[in-house]
């Protein structure tokens, strides 16, 4: 066995990619944010937004120009999600991506859907993306999927005070299953406070029995992005 060198300029070095994975849930699904590249190689395809780290940039800093730059999107903090190092993942060259995950109401992505910088393709359509794009959605919508099986709306995705139905619809579409009512409500009021206000029945015409509505306990589960 040689001996490490401190020498780093005598070691190959890959360059590093920042690739971020948006999903929303739109019409009633779980969606993901592509990107049409607009120059170089796979120019006019739709991909995850990324962008390339640059000289003595952190990571995070990279990923926040990214969706900044390229989606109009600030004031988000994305969770590093997995590093995809497959050395034949990019035919340009070796390219190591350090993947970042947030999953953000639609609201949130108005803009830069609106400017054309992006568009919604629900998750189970996704299929032939450059860069192992397919397998980096897949590994994020399994985490997402697995953290909200845990907990309520781990993501956010509902305003902070909500009905059961409006819970279980947001649950419903991250997960691509429809779950049974009772066994969701059993589920989760052990971990949702019940408030004291009633919501408005629809057409607010007082017909209809109110609804209750929730909010997640303060000592609530948190993504962690942890798993085996």
């Avoid at 190092?85 to 609106?114: C, F, I, K, N, Y």
């Avoid at 009021?189 to 019940?194: D, M, Q, R, S």
Wanted: hydrophobic share 40%.
């Amino acid at each position: 066995m040689s001996p490490e060198r401190d020498d780093l300029l005598a070691y190959p070095r890959p360059s590093v990619a920042a690739d971020v994975v948006l999903l929303t849930v739109a019409d009633g699904e779980l969606n993901v944010v592509l990107r049409k590249r607009d120059q170089g190689s796979h120019a006019g395809e739709w991909m995850l937004p990324g962008t390339m780290l640059r000289e003595r940039e952190r990571l995070g800093d990279a990923v926040l120009r990214c969706l900044d730059t390229r989606m109009h999107i600030q004031g988000r903090s994305p969770r590093q999600l997995h590093v995809f190092d497959d050395p034949e993942r990019d035919e340009r060259g070796w390219v190591l991506t350090v993947t970042h995950l947030d999953v953000l109401p639609l609201s949130a992505l108005e803009l830069g859907l609106q400017h054309g910088h992006g568009q919604l393709r629900p998750v189970s359509q996704v299929h032939g993306l450059p860069f192992s794009h397919d397998e980096i959605i897949a590994w994020a919508v399994k985490m997402v999927r697995w953290e909200y099986g845990q907990a309520p709306d781990p993501w956010n995705l509902l305003d902070s005070q909500f009905t059961m139905t409006q819970l279980r619809q947001a649950h419903d579409a991250v997960v691509g299953a429809v779950h049974q009512k009772d066994t969701f409500r059993r589920t989760m009021e052990p971990l949702l406070e019940a408030l004291e206000e009633r919501a408005v029945p629809p057409g607010g015409n007082g017909l209809g029995r109110p609804a209750r509505i929730y909010r997640k306990r303060p000592d609530g589960y948190q993504p962690a992005l942890i798993m085996a």
